[in-house]
């Protein structure tokens, strides 16, 4: 009996994972339509990073004057989003003035707007899907910890059998062997490398150079009237993630400060559930 559940827990999670293993790698690409622009966040996820997404739009709210950065502090002065980063961006830094913003940046990687973005622009082929790329990931969770348990199960069984005296050991011992190189076969990456990392794919590398070359200088468009200064300085910290100028002092609220971190413990409510 130990071996027919073991035999179908993992059957059942290899077959959810090579499945959700297939859509990650063989979904239908929708062509982007020709000639539409890339927005500013679109740019910001093709730089790899989905805190990016939201450092750009903090970047903007601070030129914007919708948010202040002084001496490492964020504060939210218009508490009104303008799209639904911004309204997570919100949420992260909360409404009274944040001092560890810096603690939080990771929560971006869990925002359903920044990940939205991601796979629109997954769907269009441009970088390996996040949304099916995270499916697959909890996928491939479920089958090894179902491997894990098949295999204290097998070991169980071989451990009853053999107390019955014989060779009725070689059976259950024979099947769990069977049975883990079966899963490790399945479990097995289909390609090298991080092939779970949310990368550009070549056109999406093609696709954002075409971009920056076709738009020289590139002035993005925002939820503020920017000037033509600031918005440059918003495009040149979006393609190269420093801050520098005017949002030299966002750096300091948002980077994970230099050495240990000392000081009395934080209370790190806002943000998107906490950690």
Same mark, same amino acid.
């Given at each position: 009996?130990?071996?027919?559940?073991?035999?179908?827990?993992?059957?059942?999670?290899?077959?959810?994972?090579?499945?959700?293993?297939?859509?990650f790698l063989d979904?239908?690409?929708?062509?982007?339509?020709?000639?539409?622009?890339?927005?500013?966040?679109?740019?910001?996820?093709?730089?790899?990073?989905?805190?990016?997404?939201?450092? &750009?739009?903090?970047? /903007?709210?601070?030129? @914007? %004057? +919708?948010?202040?950065?002084?001496?490492? !502090?964020? $504060?939210?002065?218009?508490?009104?989003?303008?799209?639904?980063?911004?309204?997570?961006?919100?949420?992260?830094?909360?409404?009274?003035?944040?001092?560890?913003?810096?603690?939080?940046?990771?929560?971006?990687?869990?925002?359903?707007?920044?990940?939205?973005?991601?796979?629109?622009?997954?769907?269009?082929?441009?970088?390996?899907?996040?949304?099916?790329?995270?499916?697959?990931?909890?996928?491939?969770?479920?089958?090894?910890?179902a491997q894990v348990?098949?295999?204290?199960?097998?070991?169980? &069984?071989?451990?009853? /059998?053999?107390?019955? @005296? %014989? +060779?009725?050991?070689?059976?259950?011992? !024979?099947? $769990?062997?069977?049975?883990?190189?079966?899963?490790?076969?399945?479990?097995?990456?289909?390609?090298?490398?991080?092939?779970?990392?949310?990368s550009r794919t070549?056109?999406?590398?093609?696709?954002?150079?075409?971009?920056?070359?076709?738009?020289?200088?590139?002035?993005?468009?925002?939820?503020?009237?920017?000037?033509?200064?600031?918005?440059?300085?918003?495009?040149?910290?979006?393609?190269?993630?420093?801050?520098?100028?005017?949002?030299?002092?966002?750096?300091?609220?948002?980077?994970?400060?230099?050495?240990?971190?000392?000081?009395?413990?934080?209370?790190?409510?806002?943000?998107?559930?906490?950690?």
């Amino acid at each position: 009996m130990l071996l027919v559940v073991a035999y179908g827990s993992t059957a059942a999670c290899a077959v959810r994972y090579r499945r959700a293993l297939r859509v990650f790698l063989d979904a239908p690409v929708v062509p982007r339509a020709p000639g539409e622009e890339f927005t500013l966040y679109e740019v910001a996820f093709l730089q790899l990073y989905e805190d990016r997404v939201a450092r &750009a739009a903090m970047a /903007a709210m601070v030129l @914007g %004057g +919708r948010l202040r950065a002084r001496d490492k !502090v964020l $504060t939210v002065i218009d508490p009104v989003p303008r799209d639904a980063v911004e309204a997570d961006v919100i949420k992260v830094i909360g409404l009274s003035p944040s001092r560890r913003t810096w603690r939080r940046m990771n929560r971006f990687q869990r925002s359903r707007a920044v990940l939205a973005i991601g796979d629109r622009l997954g769907d269009q082929g441009l970088v390996r899907h996040p949304g099916r790329s995270r499916a697959a990931q909890r996928s491939h969770t479920w089958l090894v910890w179902a491997q894990v348990a098949s295999v204290a199960m097998g070991l169980t &069984a071989v451990g009853l /059998a053999a107390a019955e @005296g %014989g +060779r009725a050991f070689l059976v259950p011992l !024979v099947a $769990t062997a069977v049975l883990l190189a079966v899963g490790w076969k399945a479990a097995a990456p289909p390609v090298s490398g991080h092939y779970w990392h949310c990368s550009r794919t070549d056109a999406g590398r093609a696709a954002l150079e075409a971009h920056y070359a076709d738009h020289e200088p590139w002035i993005p468009r925002t939820n503020d009237d920017l000037s033509a200064h600031d918005a440059e300085l918003l495009a040149t910290a979006v393609r190269r993630g420093g801050f520098t100028g005017r949002l030299g002092p966002l750096s300091g609220a948002v980077s994970w400060p230099e050495g240990p971190h000392t000081g009395p413990p934080v209370d790190d409510p806002p943000g998107l559930g906490g950690l």
